[in-house]
């Protein structure tokens, strides 16, 4: 028979007129080559073959000619609906199959990949989107990150009966993306009845961090210190986001409430690769909590000097 219109819409071939307008608009809106960017060239051909289908079996004649003598009799215009008989003329009759983007059109009016179908009698409308938090420790976030999700989610099979799937999406987090940052996977929500599936958003959220807290692109950590070091000068050590170490000078007298800013040490900027923000370490002096009689004298003769106040 060649090609088998009934088995491409997924129909028996008792099927009414309703059944092959349902099976369509299913079909249709799945293989429609807008919604299919990564294979587009398969699902042109898809979609074509579904079109063509539907155009010969709901057509009284094309379709009483194509189950008389299938793909071949149609085509070749050998064979008429009211001369079945082998070797009739068959005038009158000349197959001519219609533009798929026609007949849909005729179900769904104007199409557009992102926000679905509309603008025509029996329009689609889109599911709202369903929206999920993705915690991301800081580190995902300095260095970037490859996720897999795995989701349940409600679709229909070949026979428009609504089934449960479960699949894998694979989600790539860049370095320096901020909380709130959302990741769309189109259409990836549940079937509902009468609508496209609606988006499937996950946003990122952030995770506390033991050492570094994030201020936009800059990360700030506090830093404790003794009252002898922030007077005399030490050397800090870090660890980075990534695993590198930092060995930091501190030369100069550490004042209170005082920061310290590295640049270029901060979350990288994302949208300026290459560039990054600035850490800022806060000082947290830690004084003593009591001093000998010895000890307040020889701060004392030490510090005397320098807190002299000028004879008037």
């Known amino acids: 028979m060649g090609i088998d219109y009934y088995n491409i819409l997924k129909v028996p071939k008792n099927a009414s007129e309703e059944d092959l307008k349902k099976s369509y608009k299913r079909l249709a809106m799945k293989w429609h080559p807008d919604k299919n960017s990564q294979n587009k060239k398969e699902a042109e051909a898809k979609?074509?073959?579904i079109s063509e289908a539907y155009d010969v079996l709901s057509d009284f004649q094309?379709?009483?000619?194509?189950?008389?003598?299938?793909?071949?009799?149609l085509k070749s215009g050998q064979f008429?609906?009211?001369?079945?008989?082998?070797?009739?003329?068959?005038?009158?009759?000349?197959?001519?199959?219609?533009?798929?983007?026609?007949?849909?059109?005729?179900?769904?009016?104007?199409?557009?990949?992102n926000y679905g179908v509309g603008g025509a009698t029996g329009a689609v409308k889109k599911a709202a989107p369903v929206e999920n938090k993705l915690p991301c420790t800081l580190e995902e976030l300095y260095k970037?990150?490859?996720?897999?999700?795995?989701?349940?989610?409600?679709?229909?099979?070949?026979?428009?009966?609504?089934?449960?799937?479960?699949?894998?999406?694979?989600?790539?987090?860049?370095?320096?993306?901020?909380k709130g940052t959302k990741i769309t996977f189109p259409e990836k929500g549940?079937?509902?009845?009468?609508?496209?599936?609606?988006?499937?958003?996950?946003?990122?959220?952030?995770?506390?961090?033991?050492?570094?807290?994030?201020?936009?692109?800059?990360?700030?950590?506090?830093?404790?210190?003794?009252?002898l070091d922030a007077l005399t000068g030490k050397t800090l050590k870090l660890?980075?986001?990534?695993?590198?170490?930092?060995?930091?000078?501190?030369?100069?007298?550490?004042?209170?409430?005082?920061?310290?800013?590295?640049?270029?040490?901060?979350?990288?900027?994302?949208?300026?690769?290459?560039?990054?923000?600035n850490l800022r370490i806060k000082f947290?002096?830690?004084f003593p909590s009591r001093l000998t009689s010895d000890q307040k004298s020889e701060l004392r003769r030490v510090l005397g000097k320098h807190y002299e106040q000028p004879t008037v």
């Open 47 to 49: 979609f074509k073959q």
């Open 62 to 73: 094309k379709r009483q000619i194509y189950d008389l003598y299938g793909e071949e009799g």
């Open 80 to 113: 008429s609906a009211a001369s079945p008989t082998s070797g009739a003329s068959g005038r009158g009759f000349r197959f001519s199959p219609r533009d798929a983007d026609a007949i849909f059109a005729e179900f769904f009016g104007g199409f557009d990949a």
């Open 144 to 178: 970037g990150s490859k996720r897999k999700m795995q989701i349940s989610r409600i679709v229909l099979d070949d026979s428009g009966k609504p089934v449960t799937v479960e699949e894998v999406l694979a989600i790539h987090i860049k370095p320096g993306w901020k």
């Open 190 to 227: 549940n079937y509902e009845p009468g609508s496209v599936p609606g988006d499937l958003i996950f946003v990122i959220d952030e995770k506390p961090h033991a050492v570094f807290k994030r201020d936009g692109n800059d990360l700030v950590m506090h830093q404790k210190i003794s009252l």
């Open 239 to 277: 660890t980075t986001l990534d695993g590198r170490n930092l060995t930091i000078p501190v030369k100069d007298i550490v004042k209170p409430g005082q920061e310290l800013k590295i640049p270029n040490e901060g979350m990288p900027i994302s949208k300026e690769p290459g560039t990054s923000g």
């Open 284 to 286: 947290d002096i830690k």
